[in-house]
């Protein structure tokens, strides 16, 4: 999950050259450190239970719940925060008065690039820590 984290930031800075040591502790973004820790945890179950284990069993349904709702119930709940605070400036802007209720955070779930992503650094991960740490 922190190299996930530590790697937003860096693609960040690639690609946008903007240095923003914030995003090491928001949700969203490019890879999903959700995927990528529940992955690992998975992996890990893999390499040390066997893929026939109730324990990997139960990870692999975790981690499936956990991709679905970053990629379904998260994203879609962002978006609409994100559309409630734009209807809010419209309606600030024709109302002309002090018309100021808080913007809803918005709080993006993933795209399914980002999930895969984060996937693809959770089996990094899991099999690099199954490797490393006895």
């Not at 893929?51 to 499936?64: D, E, H, K, Q």
């Not at 879609?76 to 002309?96: F, V």
């Not at 993933?110 to 740490?133: K, Q, S």
Request: hydrophobic share 50%; proline share 4%; glycine share 8%.
């Amino acid at each position: 999950m922190l190299f996930a984290q530590v790697a937003k930031v860096l693609l960040i800075l690639l690609l946008t050259r903007r240095w923003e040591p914030e995003k090491l502790l928001e949700t969203g973004g490019m890879p999903s450190s959700h995927s990528a820790f529940v992955v690992a945890l998975t992996t890990g179950m893999a390499l040390s239970q066997g893929l026939g284990s109730p324990l990997f069993a139960a990870c692999t349904v975790f981690s499936l719940i956990v991709m679905y709702d970053a990629t379904g119930v998260r994203r879609s709940s962002g978006l609409q925060a994100r559309l409630l605070n734009e209807l809010l400036e419209e309606l600030r802007a024709a109302l002309r008065e002090n018309f100021a209720p808080k913007p809803l955070r918005v709080l993006l779930g993933h795209t399914y690039l980002e999930v895969v992503a984060g996937v693809l650094v959770g089996v990094l991960a899991g099999f690099t820590a199954f490797r490393w740490i006895p």
